[in-house]
């Protein structure tokens, strides 16, 4: 980045977040990085292609900029690629105006002994998010059955026990599990399963419809790939729909992630991960 001045990337740094500032849900990096050509103008220089990754060269100086930006707890980027703005980020975007300001306020608070690895954490970074993508694209272009068939496998993984799964041929309705606490059902509360795969967002209307098949002993999970409203995720935050849990694409392979030690290896072998380690530099 020695081409590009402070207060260049100070003015990209704030491209980013007012790129973000009205996302409370974040953005993808692809994403903002898609969006930063249409927020600021950029140079010649900046779109060229960078000849180490094949990509536009702003694309590696923001990467490598907002490093600091997330070591200084401004920015939050997590492991799927997604950026965040956190409260102390937007505190401190209003009280640094002048962007070269605000960059080199990061900077202070980047000390030397981060400095001297950024090109290590942008490949962890991109690694994450590559790696997410894939994981993602290959859970989407799955069909129903195969969907509910790893959801009935991690259950298995963390402790439930299936008492009824809809068959592959039989039309879809509300339910595609019924799950209880214990193999015998002796204790009180079961869990219906809705699997909703490659359709729009969970609605307010499609979580109380599926809420009102319930019963007073019985719990309601919703599986959907498509994601939730904001509303609907409200909802069910806010305590009105308490009955009814949530998870997500992202949720679930955090869940399979975590229980992939408990999965046999038929189950395994439905969505197979192996794990690849990088340098990874701590904070403290």
Partial sequence: MSDITLQRVGELLRGVFEILWNKPEGLTAKEVLRQIPETIKLTEY????????????????????????????????????????????????????????????????????????????MTLELAQEMAWEQVKRYLLQMKHPELQTLLTNLLQAMGYHIAWSVPSERQRGLVDLVVQLDPLGMKN??????IKHKGQAITMEGLRSFSSILGADELGLIFSTGGFTSEATHEMNAGASQKVNSLDLAGFFDLWRKYYPELNQEARALLPLRAIHFLSISDT
């Fill in 46 to 121: 900046e779109l060229s292609l960078s000849p180490s990754t094949n990509a536009p060269r702003y694309e590696r100086i923001v990467r490598l900029a907002t490093i600091p930006l997330a070591r200084a707890g401004w920015l939050i980027k997590n492991d799927k690629g997604r950026w965040f703005i956190t409260e102390e980020g937007r505190q401190s975007s209003k009280r640094y105006t002048n962007v070269q300001d605000f960059y080199k306020e990061v900077l202070r608070l980047y000390d030397e002994r981060r400095q001297i690895v950024p090109e290590s954490v």
């Fill in 189 to 194: 509360k079961r869990v219906f399963v809705q």
